[in-house]
């Protein structure tokens, strides 16, 4: 009698250590898809911010070389004719 009631135990204590391991499991994979999804997040935000500082050097890029033109056109021209 006491080996079937220390079966029973055994049984009733492994199928509690299963749920309780399976509830972990499916806690992990949330938290790795939530991870995932942040880090696809993450990354987008970056492209995009490369993107937007890639557009600010060119910009900067022309009105540096229209600075120089303006620049350089002020000095060609006599003293009389600038604005």
Do not use: F, H, W
């Amino acid at each position: 009698m006491t080996t079937i009631k220390s079966l029973r135990a055994k049984q009733k204590e492994d199928a509690t250590m299963t749920t309780n391991a399976l509830a972990k499991a499916d806690k992990a994979e949330r938290q790795a898809n939530d991870l995932k999804a942040q880090l696809k997040r993450a990354s987008d935000a970056e492209r995009k911010n490369v993107e937007r500082l890639k557009a600010m050097y060119k910009i900067e890029a022309a009105n540096e070389a229209l600075r120089r033109e303006k620049e350089s056109a002020q000095v060609i021209l006599p003293k009389g004719c600038r604005d």
